[in-house]
């Protein structure tokens, strides 16, 4: 008998897969024990936030918990559009056509709202089979018996075995890195959003988008208001609110020297926006959050031993274009991760459950929206620089704005933006996110003159508004070296520092040491919005930190 | 799991008349402040082994809203209030017969009795003595000063460790058999490092909300006669000691000035950074 406690199944993380893994495991019987490091589901998460329910996929959120969009998501998007940008002109394509392909429905959502609510479903399901969802939780490792993950290891409880581990535990999770399954190291396979959760009055949301109670838009943005920095901008309608957001390529960012407050401010501010803003601008909540680009990144073998990674865990975040869809496939994954260990419970094999789930993701379909094999063809030619320029200066030609710019070629671009195969063909370049749109805006668009008062809060009231609590004299990251050189690029990426800013958690100091003057990086993590930037861009130890602590999202 | 109502001396509730007593009338009853300490070792031990717990007053009607509290705060089952005129001004010797005869009548009427946990001191007598006699009276054994315990059910043993404060902090591992007095020092913290003990906490917690909320239901009152005590023996007639008059300490005048001032002043605070700046680490 082992002196360790032991559930069938630990689920870590209780997201939208971990919280559908957690539902699956409860209908096969399975004793599961849920931990979520937040004081409550959904107090450490964010997205952008739009959650899609697709005709082919094998388990949708409403599917798996009953009365799921009345209760825990906003609107449904009714209408969704893209703008591109050129300085204050704007050329609107309507992308509805691209974005109910395969759609049963989609609706915004805010995470709190959302995975508390789906705490609490689960906390009822998996109670009946002998286990239920604890809150204040950190997962910090994993048990090993001679070398195989057999369990997890905890800051608030002693060690746990289980015959099967979910990682649901997100972007940055510790155990998909602690069993080598994925890593911090390159910044292209990795996206950056942040994102200001607006107060709107109902009837505000729905004079200013021309929309009823029970409908929504989405609204993208793309061309130069971001300058050269590769990405775009959102708009989602809440229910009571509007989620306005920017989401940029990490890689890009660390290029650029961007502040992405900076880039959020300048969607915030433009022109397009000044109609749906209108007069008073109040911000919630400001938040920020990794995306993992799942066309470089969605682990095709996301298992070892006992452990099986579900959803940003595993990089399951497609996000290609203008389609951003990542808790749909969490939760696909998060099921058939459920299914999986049903099917081969009581086999020897610790990796059976691991491999039947891998199998599972390729014959839903699920890796191949994930890694779509378009992509890979094209990006071997589309994503060389010297490909690049050629294609942008015959773009930003007459001649290329002749020919993005004629009527003939505004349809087919519409089409081709609508096509969901082309889409996924596009290359990761500044082609796709900055030229054509601007061309498109330049050649075609209508300047838009409306006046945009908005004034959104400094970065330091944007922290001060954010909810912490602080685990004083512990630290969860840890600066290992301050060169400007391994760590600068933390100062501006990181979304709760700028470089003329004192009070974020990154920011260089002069510092003398015998004659000389250095400049160093330092780090102060009370301001950390955990989203893991500079696990990434700086040379850091970094980890979650210990349940319950840290930051408090209250809309996410 | 015994506990008191005493009045509410933090800052703004407490009320004083112009001789500076207490008064009483003005002032609202909380629970003992060192009773929490007792109350969250109850819930430790019946989450890591079962059981059922009780909470026990002795005081006035209104005392039954320290109960209802304690049914709150650490998912007590049921309630019993030692409560009637007889039972007034009492001292702790009186008080101890009450509440061991109240215990008594719990093992004969409703279940028998493993343990009896008790907060350290009264915030308004400041004692100490209630507990150790009513001990003497039920003839248990009783650990004091606990910050962290366990028990062995088959052994039907108590393992508790004990700060013992003096020129130098010990701490102290004691063991008895049960049933047993446990009384907690303030520094006792419950800790819960198994899931399944959480769990239960979780599942507890939400079945008390709607006990509590019908906390009358769930309440027993026993007076004088239903305990089956003489009334020369409790209450005033009972005591052998008597508080003969309360002398109120006062409060020494300050010395220094105090200028208060707002911290989102930026000019007004900047003086205060000036004095602070040598102070400060780093440059």
Known sequence: ?556 | MLTKGVPDFSEGAVSFDEDGHLERGKTPTVMNPNDAFALEAALQTRVRHGGHVSGMSMGPPGYAEVLEGAMESVYTDDSYLLSDRELAASDTWATAITVSSGIEKYREEVADVDLVFAGFKTADGETGQTGPQTCWALEWPIVTHVIALDIDPDERRLRAKRLVEGDVDEIETVEAPLPCMVVTDPEFEPTYRKAAHRLTHKRLRAETQERAAEHDEHLTTWDHADLNLDPDYIGLDGSPTIVSSVDPIPKAPSEREATMIDPDDGAAMEPVLEELQPFAGGD
Request: aromatic share 6%; with cysteine; hydrophobic share 35%.
């Open chain 1, 1 to 556: 008998m082992s002196e360790y406690e032991h559930y069938e199944a630990v689920v870590v993380g209780c997201g939208p897969g971990g919280a559908a893994a957690a539902a699956r495991l409860a209908e096969h019987g399975v004793e599961t024990l849920v931990l979520e490091r937040g004081v409550e589901a959904g107090s450490k998460n964010v997205s952008g936030g739009l959650i899609y329910a697709e005709d082919s996929a094998p388990y949708t959120i409403d599917g798996l918990f009953d009365g799921f969009r009345e209760e825990a998501a906003e609107r449904p998007v009714t209408d969704y559009r893209i703008h591109n940008i050129a300085g204050d002109k704007v050329k609107t394509y309507d992308l509805t056509d691209l974005h109910e392909h395969d759609t049963d429905w989609c609706d915004a959502v805010l995470r709190r709202k959302m995975d508390s609510w789906l705490e609490a479903r689960v906390h009822e399901k998996t109670s009946e089979t002998g286990g239920g969802v604890l809150t204040n939780v950190r997962v910090n490792g994993l048990l090993r018996e001679d070398g195989e993950i057999v369990g997890v290891t905890c800051d608030e409880l002693d060690p746990i075995e289980a015959d099967l581990i979910v990682a649901a535990d997100g972007v940055n999770s510790e155990l998909a890195r602690e069993a080598g399954l994925m890593d911090w190291e390159e910044p292209d396979e990795w996206f950056q959003g942040v994102k200001a959760v607006v107060d709107m009055d109902p009837e505000a949301v729905n004079h200013r988008f021309g929309i009823d109670d029970n409908e929504g838009v989405a609204h993208l943005f793309s061309g130069d208001l971001f300058e050269d920095v590769r990405g775009g901008g959102f708009l989602y309608t809440n229910e009571e609110s509007l989620s306005i957001g920017t989401v940029f390529h990490l890689d890009s960012l660390v290029a650029e020297q961007a502040e992405p407050h900076e880039l959020l401010d300048a969607l915030l501010t433009h022109p397009v926006m000044a109609h749906w803003i209108g007069d008073g601008y109040d911000e919630r909540e400001y938040a920020a959050k990794l995306v993992p680009d799942s066309k470089k990144v969605a682990h095709r073998e996301p298992y070892r031993d006992r452990l099986v990674l579900v959803g940003d865990a595993a990089g399951q975040m497609q996000a290609q274009g203008p389609i951003i869809k990542g808790m749909n496939h969490a939760v696909t994954a998060g099921a058939l991760a459920a299914d999986a260990f049903a099917i081969t419970r009581g086999n020897a094999d610790p990796e059976a459950a691991g491999r039947r789930y891998a199998k599972l993701l390729e014959d839903s379909g699920t890796m191949a929206k994930l890694r779509p094999k378009q992509y890979e063809l094209a990006r071997t030619v589309g994503e060389r620089e010297t490909v690049t320029n050629v294609v942008d200066r015959v773009l930003e030609s007459p001649l290329g704005s002749v020919a993005l710019g004629n009527p003939l070629a505004d349809r087919v671009l519409e089409r081709a933006y609508n096509s969901p195969f082309l889409v996924s063909m596009l290359p990761d370049t500044r082609t796709g996110y900055t030229t054509v749109p601007t061309v498109i805006g330049e050649a075609r668009g209508k300047s838009i003159r409306w006046k945009n008062d908005a004034e959104p809060p400094t970065l330091e009231e944007r922290i001060g508004d954010l909810t912490y609590d602080t685990d004083v004299g512990n630290p969860h990251i840890e600066l290992r070296d301050a060169s400007v050189k391994a760590s600068g690029a933390a100062v501006y990426a990181c979304p709760v520092s700028a470089e003329a800013f004192g009070g974020g958690c990154y920011r260089t100091e002069q510092v003398k040491t015998n004659g000389d003057e250095e400049t160093l990086v330092s780090l102060d993590t009370q301001p950390c919005v955990e989203c893991g930037t500079c696990a990434i861009v700086a040379d850091t130890a970094w980890e979650h930190p210990r349940g319950g602590k840290g930051v408090e999202y209250r809309q996410g």
